[in-house]
């Protein structure tokens, strides 16, 4: 009974977080906010087993064409990135 409910405390917790990063991210696109979510998680130290009920329970998609507008996104930096390159 105590176990049980210490994982529905720290899911509880742990779904407040991912949240906050998937409200954050906005111009990544559903996988990167799913890895950023994974990523920052495990260096918190929740056990995998609560990220995988994270993973269930929040929603990583966005706006239907969310994959196209975190392509424009990274795409505008590609102009910066070439000319910071053949400055070198």
């Given at each position: 009974m105590i176990e049980e409910y210490l994982?529905?405390?720290?899911?509880?917790k742990a779904i407040g977080i991912a949240s906050k990063i998937v409200k954050k991210e906005k111009k990544a696109s559903s996988l990167q906010r799913k890895q950023k979510v994974e990523q920052s998680l495990?260096?918190?130290?929740?056990?995998?087993?609560?990220?995988?009920?994270?993973h269930e329970e929040v929603s990583y998609e966005g706006e239907e064409?969310?994959?196209?507008?975190?392509?424009?996104?990274?795409g505008?930096?590609?102009?910066?990135?070439f000319h910071q390159v053949h400055r070198l």
């Amino acid at each position: 009974m105590i176990e049980e409910y210490l994982l529905d405390e720290q899911v509880e917790k742990a779904i407040g977080i991912a949240s906050k990063i998937v409200k954050k991210e906005k111009k990544a696109s559903s996988l990167q906010r799913k890895q950023k979510v994974e990523q920052s998680l495990t260096r918190k130290g929740y056990p995998f087993s609560v990220i995988s009920i994270v993973h269930e329970e929040v929603s990583y998609e966005g706006e239907e064409n969310e994959a196209w507008e975190a392509l424009v996104h990274q795409g505008q930096k590609l102009p910066a990135l070439f000319h910071q390159v053949h400055r070198l």
